[in-house]
């Protein structure tokens, strides 16, 4: 799969959100060595800290079906914005230790605007494991 065909993906997933709150809906989808995809679609919660991001919800759906971080390629999320989306805080934290530091992320909107990335780009310090010791 293309990255054009993963971005689509990601868009179809938007169908998927439930955001009745933000009205924001993003999608993402996840793909994989072995040629797999897994989408994502942030959901909503009224007490807002329980919500889940897209791109949390698509490597989440990923390991969940026993895959690792080590078989992730490529990650494309899509929201309605200006520019090209860019993940929140948290995803950016969960993607640092869930997804390989040189895998792509890309990032568009709905006007076909997209900008790739490394999870290193986006959060160059994130806490790790190191930090625990």
């Known amino acids: 799969m293309d990255k054009k065909e993963l971005i689509k993906k990601a868009i179809e997933a938007r169908s998927l959100s439930y955001s009745p709150y ?43 079906h026993g895959y690792k971080k080590s078989d992730f390629v490529m990650l494309a999320l899509s929201a309605d ?9 948290a995803c950016r934290q969960v993607i640092s230790e869930l997804f390989p530091k040189d895998g792509v992320i890309v ?8 900008q790739e ?4 780009e986006l959060l ?3 806490f790790s494991e190191d930090d625990l010791k």
């Open 107 to 114: 990032m568009t909107n709905l006007k076909g605007d997209e």
């Open 22 to 64: 933000s009205h924001f809906a993003v999608g993402a989808a996840l793909l994989t060595k072995d040629g797999q995809v897994f989408v994502g679609a942030n959901i909503e919660n009224s007490s807002y800290p329980l919500c889940m991001c897209a791109e949390r919800n698509a490597i989440y759906n990923a390991m969940l």
């Open 124 to 126: 160059p310090y994130a």
């Open 81 to 89: 914005t200006d520019g090209p989306c860019s993940p929140c805080g």
């Open 117 to 120: 990335t490394t999870i290193g």
